[in-house]
């Protein structure tokens, strides 16, 4: 996933990321902190659970924090 700071300076990011099953059922949650991303920059996130996730899981940010 993308993290786009649109703000004129550099910004570090929380990302709050819940795992789902086909089903919609929460199978893990994760936070991710992204160190900094320049102005206007864009950082590429890889979000990886902690657990051994099977079959078709989609990953969603929950929540962002910009400070």
Do not use: C, P
């Not at 929380?14 to 919609?24: A, E, M, P, R, Y």
């Not at 902190?33 to 920059?41: P, R, W």
């Amino acid at each position: 996933m993308n993290v786009v700071n649109h703000d004129s300076k550099a910004r570090r990011y929380t990302l709050l990321i819940k795992f789902k099953d086909q089903s919609g059922n929460l199978v893990d949650v994760i936070t991710v902190d992204v160190l900094e991303v320049a102005a206007g920059g864009t950082a590429n996130v890889t979000a990886r659970s902690n657990r051994n996730l099977t079959g078709t899981v989609t990953a969603e940010v929950s929540k962002a924090v910009r400070y």
